[in-house]
């Protein structure tokens, strides 16, 4: 399968502050505010949405190209996703420009301090399928990125008749409601968590309905702990979400879910198999800290699925490497 991952590529700097920011804020100082927090733990995670997926993808046996531009920074994270089965030769490096990198400080009371630098990302809109020579293309997935990359990359695919896969979750805000009109309107597979299908159904002003039941695509709907749903045109399926071991840190698990589902899909099982892939894999991602801290072989992900779910064997094809027709 030739699935190519379209979305940001970050590096997530993530702080702890051992104390409280409001301890710290002076209320009638807030037109000069000038503050600096002494911290003590900081870790730097692989992240962004695009990276994620296509590792998880990797996880479950895929070699999916990720497309995206990223900066001088680049090389240890690209030795990362090559060394996990993830091809970087769609990722265009910008000199002159840091990857983009995410910055959060978290106090004892949970609050946080965060700053996103978008840097090499806001170059994402001048990639253009016209110039990938790989095909067939099965599938693209359009995740959050530089919004003008995400509007270019779904009407490229309509052009070409790629099937896609549209994501647009945290950029639903930073999206027109034409803009995600014509996203959804070309797309086979939507994907968006529940508090994100209320806002795209909101500005778009299309009825719920309309937006779950369409004749050509399908539409998922996560839920965190209370699982997902999906929606084809004749059927609703209701998939369970599946109990962690251990509750690390949500980072990521929506991409790890999107990860699974296009795995099941890729192998032609049914979508309640697909779904229940999805869920398996976004709990693997929520046991370990970041997008990227967990590992696991098919082998073991086919063993854990069948502790809680009955395949009827249609997961040997994870093991065979063998896939099927998708639904
Ligand atoms: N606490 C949890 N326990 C078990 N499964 C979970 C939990 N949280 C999330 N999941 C699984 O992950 C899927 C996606 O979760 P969620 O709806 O929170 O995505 P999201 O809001 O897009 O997350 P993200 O923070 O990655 O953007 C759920 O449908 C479920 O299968
Ligand atoms: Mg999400």
Known sequence: MNIIVTGSI???????????????IL???????????????????????????????????????LMGTVGQDFGE??????????????TREEPDLFTA?????????????????TG???RARELSFHNVSIRPIDLVVISPNDPQAMVRYAAECQELGIPYL???????????????????????LLVVNDYEFELLRQKT????????RAPKRACVVTRGPGGSTIWTHDTVYEIPAVPPRAVGDPTGVGDAYRAGLIKGLCLGVSWDLAGRMGSLAATYALEHPGGQGHFYTPEEFVRRFREHFDDDGALDRLLSGKGGPCP
């Open 101 to 117: 990198s995410f910055f959060a400080n978290t106090d004892l009371d949970g609050n946080q301090i965060c700053s996103f630098y």
């Open 27 to 65: 209320p009638d100082q807030l037109h000069r505010i000038s503050l600096s927090f002494l911290v003590d733990d900081m870790r730097r995670q692989w992240g962004g949405c695009a990276a994620n997926i296509a590792y998880n993808l990797a996880l479950l046996g895929e070699r999916p190209y």
């Open 166 to 188: 549209y994501d647009p979750s945290q950029q639903i805000v930073r999206l027109s409601p034409e803009e995600l009109r014509e996203g959804l309107k070309g797309c086979d």
């Open 120 to 122: 090499a990302m806001a």
């Open 10 to 24: 970050s590096y997530d700097y993530l702080m702890r502050f051992p104390g409280r920011f409001v301890e710290h």
């Open 205 to 212: 002003g299309l009825s719920a309905e309309a937006v779950q």
């Open 77 to 90: 994270y690209r030795q990362w996703l090559e060394s996990h089965g993830v091809d970087t030769s769609l």
